[in-house]
Nanobody
Framework: QVQLVESGGGLVQAGGSLRLSCAAS????????MGWYRQPPGKQRELVAS???????NYADSVKGRFTISRDNAKKTMYLQMNSLKPEDTAVYYC?????????WGQGTQVTVSS
């Protein structure tokens, strides 16, 4: 069964940076389109960034120009570099597979941005 483990969250001041990691099990990670999602307090989960197996990326307007998604297929790991963080970026961040269907959600990693 595929498992996803997110890490790298924390408390940071507005304007700061964090780098999130998503480690995946599974033998064919390299062909998955992967995405970073976030769920702010009291709100629905939303997709903020995605990356296909060929490296094509897509970002939500709210994070465009500030967040960068990347992946290392050899390590079966995906990253989210978050710069110029804002208080509204506060959320639990999750990763998941987009093509071939979602896999069970991991525990996520909490990102808190103080003003």
């Amino acid at each position: 069964q595929v498992q996803l483990v997110e890490s790298g969250g924390g408390l940071v001041q507005a304007g700061g940076s964090l780098r999130l990691s998503c480690a995946a099990s599974g033998s064919i990670f390299s062909i998955w389109t992967m995405g970073w999602y976030r769920q702010p307090p009291g709100k629905q989960r939303e997709l903020v960034a995605s990356m296909t197996s060929l490296g094509t990326t897509n970002y939500a307007d709210s994070v465009k120009g500030r967040f960068t998604i990347s992946r290392d297929n050899a390590k079966k790991t995906m990253y989210l570099q978050m710069n110029s963080l804002k208080p509204e970026d506060t959320a639990v961040y999750y990763c998941n597979r987009i093509n071939y269907g979602l896999v069970p959600w991991g525990q996520g990693t909490q990102v808190t941005v103080s003003s």
